[in-house]
């Protein structure tokens, strides 16, 4: 906090952009098994997971008996705590249980992307020193078994595979070797300040990063993100997005189990039908997703004949949300008390959120202010000092919720977390008088066009207006003239039709004519992540191929 002190002596009567979240409500000081046992005193007898498509439903007691042979079952194949033990499989109810005996032993769960394939799977098992890993046998025509075959050899720490598809009841027949006495010495020993997973982060350049979290860091993170959606016992959460990612496994899985609340699983992957049938049958009361995952939601053609009534609340984050679907969320689907999450898998990993009552105008333009016990600041990145408010600058986030550091990469750690315990996140972010954020893209996103910034996500948001437009995507493409040009990737609304010179006379007037893309290119599909989120760096790589702008570049 020095350069912001600096900074108002400098400006006495600018406001900075530094906000800190209230810290009357305090930070659990327990371990996750430790939460799991309590909120299973209080609600044993209510569901707590269902997995329609492996025919599964659990209530807390039943939930905790199953992890509990888990965990002794962990034990009798020698894992120790802090032994690593990974997981490599889509959503499916042995995920959630795995991560919850994996905490009580006080392993450290390593969560590896479904999409893995051998050079990637190799490289986390190794980085990390995964001893144990599950895995299915197969996901979306990826046989795993074989890639496993191939990467095992260069994976000296993995001494144990299981296969959860046939050798799950084998496995938890361990546990009978185990007395339980000796799960109940080893959850003795651990604090809520070690260490309990490893999250490899999706870098778009470079090898994945390690970030590792902690009890502390995921169980206050997801309790908060409870506090904000007012879930209790009653709530029935709708989780379609992967629990590899923090998304899922903690806003998802951990969150619900929090307040006693019951996690509904629509699929092993996303499907908007499947969502759809599924919150209508189950009654779900939440629903998150990214925003490309709502997008999908709202177009399916039979949306209007599912009784979503029973919705009220639910968390789009994950990428920027524009402002017209978050209307349609609220309008079609019945969630008027959806709420933006804004956060990284390193910050555990939301640190801002809009509440429930925030007024309408910071419910559609901004991701919210600092969750609890959380610090956000807006630096100039050329200099690191704290901006004022109403400026754009890099957001950093400071608090519980930072990672302990990436796994085994301490000069990464050092470039991401600076000595004053800043996460620098590379968001370019702006922060209002009332301390409301509003992500205006990724520092590597933005566009610099003839010496005039140009942040993707506004003209984005613009472009949502337009009838047209089902799904948008603005990138910045290599020019010799301007240093860089506008793109824009276009999916057209059903029934649709539009040429790049109709939509250019769209925007004229309306922008400024720096802002309009030159490039237009209609797709009927994006580059996207396992988790949804649309891969820019690789449309800028088949856009520089195609436009033949790689002398420019």
Not at 74 to 87: F, Q
Not at 526 to 552: D, V
Request: include cysteine.
């Amino acid at each position: 906090m020095q350069s912001a002190v600096i900074h108002e002596i400098e400006h006495p009567t600018v406001r900075i952009s530094c906000e800190r979240g209230p810290t009357d409500s305090p930070l659990l000081e327990e371990t996750i098994g430790q939460r799991l046992r309590r909120v299973t005193e209080r609600f044993g007898e209510r569901e707590a997971l269902v997995v329609g498509h492996q025919n599964y439903r659990a209530t807390y007691e039943e939930l905790s008996e199953q992890v509990e042979l888990a965990a002794r079952a962990l034990i009798a194949t020698g894992v120790r705590k802090g032994d690593r033990v990974g997981i490599w499989a889509p959503n499916r109810y042995e995920w959630v249980i795995v991560q919850f005996a994996t905490a009580r032993v006080g392993a450290i769960l390593v969560t590896i992307n479904p999409a893995y394939k051998v050079t990637e799977l190799r490289y986390a098992l190794r980085k990390a020193g995964v001893s144990v890993l599950f895995a299915a046998r197969e996901f979306r025509g990826a046989d795993y078994v074989a890639i496993l075959a191939q990467a095992r050899a260069d994976c000296p720490d993995l001494r144990q595979i299981v296969v959860l598809d046939g050798e799950w009841q084998s496995f938890l027949a361990n546990s009978a070797r185990v007395d339980p006495r000796r799960l109940t010495e080893c959850e003795a020993s651990l604090d809520p300040s070690d260490a309990i997973n490893i999250q490899y982060t999706s870098g778009t350049t470079g090898l994945p990063k390690g970030a590792t979290l902690s009890h502390r860091n995921i169980l206050n993170n997801a309790h908060f993100n409870a506090e904000v959606l007012r879930y209790t016992e009653h709530d029935r959460v709708c989780v379609p997005v992967p629990f590899y990612h923090c998304f899922g496994m903690v806003v998802g899985n951990l969150a619900a189990m929090t307040h006693g609340a019951c996690v509904v699983v629509p699929g092993e992957s996303f499907d908007a039908h499947a969502v759809l049938r599924t919150v209508q049958a189950e009654r779900c009361t939440s629903l998150y997703g990214v925003p490309t995952m709502f997008i999908a939601e709202l177009a399916e053609p039979e949306l209007d004949t599912f009784d979503l009534t029973s919705l009220r609340t639910g968390i789009m984050a994950g990428a920027p949300c524009p402002v017209e679907v978050i209307k349609q969320v609220r309008a079609r689907m019945h969630i008027e008390q959806i709420t933006i999450g804004c956060g990284m898998t390193e910050t555990a990993p939301i640190a801002t959120q809009l509440q429930i009552d925030d007024p309408e105008d910071k419910r559609l333009t901004t991701v919210g202010r600092p969750h609890p016990h959380v610090e956000v600041k807006i630096i100039d990145p050329a200099t690191g000092l704290t901006v004022p408010r109403g400026m754009a600058g890099e957001q950093c986030t400071r608090g519980y919720n930072v990672m302990l550091g990436y796994w085994n990469d301490p000069e990464a750690t050092t470039r991401a977390v600076d000595s004053d315990g800043w996460m620098h996140t590379g968001d370019l972010a702006v922060m209002d008088e009332d301390g409301y954020v509003s992500i205006v893209g990724r520092i590597k996103d933005m566009i610099i066009r003839g010496g005039e910034n140009i942040y993707p996500r506004e003209v984005e948001e613009f472009l949502y207006t337009l009838p047209e437009i089902d799904l948008v995507e603005v990138i910045g493409v290599p020019s010799e003239r301007y240093g860089e040009e506008v793109m824009a990737w276009v999916r057209l609304r059903e029934g649709t039709t539009a040429t790049a010179q109709e939509l250019i006379a769209a925007c004229r007037g309306r922008i400024a004519t720096y802002k309009i893309p030159r490039h237009w290119k209609f797709v009927d599909s994006f580059p996207m992540t396992l988790t949804g989120k649309t891969q820019k760096y690789r449309m800028r790589e088949i856009a520089s191929e195609e436009l033949g702008l790689k002398a420019a570049a």
